[in-house]
Nanobody
Framework: VQLQASGGGLVQAGGSLRLSCAAS????????MAWFRQAPGKEREFVSG????????SYSNSVKGRFTISRDRVKNTIYLQMNSLKPDDTAVYYC?????????????????WGQGTEVTVSS
């Protein structure tokens, strides 16, 4: 499956962005999916995950209460609504398809990765 992430950009602190990740080539509708991010000089980290039917979502402590993940199984797309953005949210955001029906915070639980979309939050 190929993943195309979009929606990144430059925003001021306190602002909002909505990221999208569209899957093509093979349906990912029966797989968990997730967003990860990697800031300059840092390891890639889990941001948020969603199960195959959207019934189970998870968030890292750093984004809980500010970010919301959702998915449209018909469009084979997941979204990440990011509100109250902080400079610490600056990173390249990657979407990924899980090996299973649920999402995990572990990198090696994912089989396909998108190319990333850059988010920059200015103070």
């Amino acid at each position: 499956v190929q993943l195309q992430a979009s929606g990144g950009g430059l925003v001021q602190a306190g602002g909002s962005l909505r990221l999208s990740c569209a899957a093509s080539g093979r349906t990912a509708s029966n797989n968990g999916m997730a967003w990860f991010r990697q800031a300059p000089g840092k390891e890639r980290e889990f941001v948020s995950g969603i199960s195959w039917n959207g019934g189970i979502t998870s968030y890292s402590n750093s984004v809980k209460g500010r970010f919301t993940i959702s998915r449209d199984r018909v469009k084979n797309t997941i979204y990440l609504q990011m509100n109250s953005l902080k400079p610490d949210d600056t990173a390249v955001y990657y979407c990924a398809v899980a090996r299973s029906a649920v999402a995990s915070s572990v990198n090696n639980a994912y089989t396909s990765w998108g190319q990333g979309t850059e988010v920059t939050v200015s103070s």
